[in-house]
């Protein structure tokens, strides 16, 4: 199967079922809405930011066709200026290839650094998908086992409203 070896052994550690989807294409860019229709899960944008400073990093999970208003977010988390973090940043913190960010990421964050912010949305939703940690698969977890991830992180986490 086509993802990080962390992600499995998680999944298995922690009791979490899951389905397993394939593609050729990296589910990254726009997909055939057939595909999500049939697993019937929601589709998650999960996005890695840094602060201004590049001292704090924050992992943003939204609904995927959610706009994105990074204004929102720099109001909300109060550290200034928001951007997208770089591939170093990547490198060093969650291990993960662009376009391959998800919760499954931070358990590659061995310092527990990168703070989780989830939009309030996601908790009314049966199953969430997510990316494990590579491209051409994904996995459809419940919304329990999503939360359940989020607390075995270790890391920081918290629902907010992204309007």
């Known amino acids: 199967m086509i ?5 499995y052994q998680t999944l298995e550690s922690l009791n979490i079922n899951y389905n397993y989807y394939e593609s050729p294409r990296d589910f990254s860019s726009e997909d055939d809405g057939s595909f999500w229709k049939r697993i019937q899960a929601e589709r998650c944008k999960n996005l890695f930011l840094r602060n ?8 943003v999970i939204s609904k995927y066709y959610k706009p ?14 928001i951007s ?3 591939q170093r940043r990547l490198d060093k913190w969650i291990k993960t290839p662009p ?4 919760v499954f990421s931070l358990f590659n964050d061995a310092e527990n650094h990168t703070r989780v912010f989830v939009d309030e949305e996601l908790k009314d939703t049966g ?7 590579e ?27 992204m309007r």
């Open 127 to 133: 199953y969430v998908t997510f990316l494990p940690n």
């Open 52 to 59: 201004h400073k590049g001292n704090q990093h924050f992992l």
């Open 84 to 86: 997208f973090a770089s």
């Open 68 to 81: 994105f208003n990074i204004k929102i977010l720099e109001q909300h988390f109060k550290k200034g200026k």
């Open 135 to 161: 491209h051409n698969a994904i996995l459809k977890i419940s919304t329990p086992d999503f939360i359940k991830l989020l607390k075995a992180s270790g890391n920081k986490w918290e629902f907010f409203e």
């Open 99 to 102: 376009g391959a960010v998800s």
């Open 3 to 7: 993802g990080q070896d962390i992600v």
